[in-house]
Nanobody
Framework: QVQLVESGGGSVQAGGSLRLSCVVS????????IGWFRQTPGKEREGVAT???????SYAESVKGRFTISQDNAKNTAYLQMNSLQPEDTAMYYC??????????????????????WGQGIQVTVSS
């Protein structure tokens, strides 16, 4: 059974940093795309970042230069390092996989439309 479990969220002041982690289990091979999307009440989900099976990455324009996605395949874990956080980054963040991609990733912008599974989400709150 596939599971994605996020951790590392919380509350920070503007300009601060957080690192989200996502432990993935249940896949036999690393032949899926993994990424993060976020959602705030009343708004559509927004793809944030993706990383493919060989480390290729994609970012939403709103987070480029501030967020970094990475992975440790030996630990089946993906990370989202978030720096220079702003109040508009406040959202529920979800780790998700596109398990039909063969390891390739759509762009972060398009990731929400192809994500198959996601975790329970974790709250990130940035105060001004």
């Amino acid at each position: 059974q596939v599971q994605l479990v996020e951790s590392g969220g919380g509350s920070v002041q503007a300009g601060g940093s957080l690192r989200l982690s996502c432990v993935v289990s249940g896949y036999r091979y690393r032949n899926y795309c993994i990424g993060w999307f976020r959602q705030t009440p009343g708004k559509e989900r927004e793809g944030v970042a993706t990383i493919d099976d060989v480390g290729g990455t994609s970012y939403a324009e709103s987070v480029k230069g501030r967020f970094t996605i990475s992975q440790d395949n030996a630990k089946n874990t993906a990370y989202l390092q978030m720096n220079s956080l702003q109040p508009e980054d406040t959202a529920m963040y979800y780790c998700a996989t596109d398990e039909h991609s063969g390891g390739y990733c759509a762009t972060a912008v398009n990731f929400v439309g192809v994500a198959d599974r996601w975790g329970q989400g974790i709250q990130v709150t940035v105060s001004s």
